[in-house]
């Protein structure tokens, strides 16, 4: 099956740091969607993104589809950010969602 | 409004007991899911559903049946429970398979 890799496994930053986060699939995908998981345990719709570019707020997210990857971008970044980022995909046919490992992102004030 | 709803929250019961969990979307889509997420936060599927019909079982013991009175509810039942059946159990619907998913809150499941 389709393998999905999340980097960094964990990630400590001082309030107000950028950061970025990636996920490597070893298929091509006609879904791809990075998710938040906040402290409460609620996953939270960050992007639907299998190519191409988005923005929402402090968050972008960038798929390259040709190269098998997607990266999220986090700038500023702020307490309530910290929870655990994954990234899911599903690739033609299969319909189900394959996800990461996850990013463990801890924001200090 | 709450897209996707489960009930309970939480649910604490005995080894070999049986039990259900209820899923409902407001969203109007064709698929729903049954996703597992195991104490390293692992998220797996377990069911899928397309306008109440299963599309995927991945390998989960017969003692979990899902249920799809209508294509707005999936509900999972489990007999017979298990510790190790302990994690979080999250539905999910898409307006088809491949379109974006959205989770409810998930039901925190512990078997004593």
């Known amino acids: 099956g389709i393998q999905v890799e999340q980097s960094p496994p964990d990630l400590i930053l001082q309030e107000g740091a950028n950061s970025t986060l990636r996920c490597n699939f070893s298929d091509s995908v006609n879904n791809l969607q990075w998710f938040h998981q906040n402290p409460w345990g609620q996953l939270i719709n960050l992007f639907y993104i299998p190519s191409g570019t988005k923005q929402n707020g402090r968050l972008s997210a960038t798929t390259v589809a040709t190269e098998r990857y997607s990266l999220l971008y986090i700038s500023s970044s702020q307490t309530t950010d910290s929870g655990v980022y994954f990234c899911?995909?599903?690739?033609?046919?299969?319909?189900?969602?394959?996800f990461g490992t996850g990013t463990r992102l801890t924001i200090i004030p | 409004d709450t897209a996707v709803s489960q009930t309970p929250k939480y649910l604490v019961t005995q080894m070999g007991n049986d039990k259900s969990i209820k899923c409902e979307q407001n969203?109007?889509?064709?698929?729903m899911y049954w996703y597992k997420q195991d104490s390293k936060k692992f998220l797996k599927i377990m069911f899928s559903y397309n306008n109440k019909e299963l599309i995927i079982n991945e390998t989960v013991p017969n003692r979990f049946s899902p249920k799809s009175p209508d294509k707005a509810h999936l509900n999972l039942h489990i007999n017979s429970l298990e510790l190790g059946d302990s994690a979080v159990y999250f539905c999910?619907?898409?307006?088809?398979?491949?379109?974006?998913?959205?989770f409810g809150q998930g039901t925190r499941l512990t078997v004593v």
């Open positions: 969203l109007g889509h064709d698929t």
């Open positions: 899911a995909v599903e690739i033609l046919g299969n319909e189900k969602l394959t």
């Open positions: 999910a619907s898409s307006q088809v398979a491949g379109a974006e998913a959205f």
